[in-house]
């Protein structure tokens, strides 16, 4: 199948941009084109968001969020070290 080349102008820093997406998405800007128009040929539409969720969180501090969060609900927020430790130890 023979390729044509495709060009446009957009500004340096909407390129800057939009190329730091891309590698943290882990691919390249020109990727990134071929596969618009290969889904919006296959589509006949625009058919997906591909995104970066601001600021997201580690499943570690969404685990510490939520642990904190159940120890308010159970009025256990406020134990001190010995008195979780004590639970442990009778835990087992």
């Known amino acids: 199948m023979s390729s044509t080349l ?5 500004d340096d820093a909407s390129k800057i941009k939009a190329s730091n997406i891309c590698e943290r998405l ?10 618009c128009i290969s889904r ?20 570690g501090l969404k685990a510490m969020k939520k642990a904190s969060r159940i120890a ?6 406020d134990m001190t070290l010995d008195e979780i ?6 835990a087992n």
């Not at 495709?6 to 957009?10: D, G, K």
């Not at 430790?85 to 009778?90: H, S």
């Open 6 to 10: 495709i060009q446009f102008r957009t």
């Open 85 to 90: 430790n004590a639970e442990i130890v009778d």
């Open 40 to 59: 919006l040929i296959r589509e006949n539409g625009i058919p997906f968001s591909m995104k970066l969720e601001e600021e997201q969180e580690s499943k």
């Open 72 to 77: 308010e609900e159970y009025g256990i927020a």
């Open 26 to 35: 882990g691919i390249d800007l020109p990727t990134y084109m071929r596969m």
